[in-house]
T-cell receptor, first 112, second 113 residues
Framework: DSGVTQTPKHLITATGQRVTLRCSPRSGDLSVYWYQQSLDQGLQFLIQYYNGEERAKGNILERFSAQQFPDLHSELNLSSLELGDSALYFC???????????FGQGTRLTVV | AQSVTQLDSQVPVFEEAPVELRCNYSSSVSVYLFWYVQYPNQGLQLLLKYLSGSTLVKGINGFEAEFNKSQTSFHLRKPSVHISDTAEYFCAVSDRGTYKYIFGTGTRLKVLA
């Protein structure tokens, strides 16, 4: 158990809809990262937050947004969903003492 | 910009044989280097990491990797693989300042009986 919790584990929704994925980082970790893993794109970095502020941005679509709350949990919002958004979405967290990121089990999103 | 290249998308190997999974990176800044493993339907788990010091890094499950600065490589090795090592392996680099992680495209290791 990495200590990173993601909910829900599975999500099925229709095209055009909006969903919210939630991530609770390891206790005390200030950094949260979001990744998208699909068969054709591999593991893509979306965005990183550190203590509530956006720190780095990757290949995140404008239809997607994220935030990190004062209690350090994070949410990834995906809107106007398309079939191609179907993927496994991972959250990871890291602390100031360790360099590595600890990954959650992921949320599998299926857009139908 | 940082990038990570894993040249082999799939590596089949027989049980108890040695294996090397290759990783090359490019970066203009000091970096940390990692190998993660992903078993089916699971998240990524850290195998080992290089932060500084000895260039030979030992990790879990008998894996080790060697940091070669001149060749900008961080290849993963195991002298004798088991069926249970069948998984996808990701090499990653992170910027020492921002901890922004960049992952390679992964290498699928398939251990054959």
């Amino acid at each position: 158990d990495s200590g990173v919790t993601q909910t829900p584990k599975h999500l099925i929704t229709a095209t055009g809809q909006r969903v919210t994925l939630r991530c609770s980082p390891r206790s005390g970790d200030l950094s949260v990262y979001w990744y998208q893993q699909s068969l054709d794109q591999g593991l893509q970095f979306l965005i990183q937050y550190y203590n509530g502020e956006e720190r780095a941005k990757g290949n995140i679509l404008e239809r997607f947004s994220a935030q990190q709350f004062p209690d350090l949990h994070s949410e990834l919002n995906l809107s106007s969903l398309e079939l191609g958004d179907s993927a496994l979405y991972f959250c990871a967290s890291s602390g100031d003492r360790e360099a590595e990121a600890f990954f959650g089990q992921g949320t599998r999103l299926t857009v139908v | 910009a940082q990038s990570v290249t894993q040249l082999d998308s799939q590596v089949p190997v027989f049980e108890e044989a040695p294996v090397e999974l290759r990783c090359n990176y490019s970066s203009s800044v000091s970096v940390y280097l990692f190998w993660y493993v992903q078993y089916p339907n699971q998240g990524l788990q850290l195998l080992l990491k290089y932060l500084s010091g000895s260039t030979l890094v030992k990790g879990i499950n008998g894996f080790e990797a060697e940091f070669n600065k001149s060749q900008t490589s961080f290849h993963l090795r195991k002298p004798s693989v088991h069926i249970s090592d069948t998984a996808e392996y990701f090499c990653a680099v992170s910027d020492r300042g921002t901890y922004k992680y960049i992952f390679g495209t992964g290498t699928r290791l398939k251990v054959l009986a």
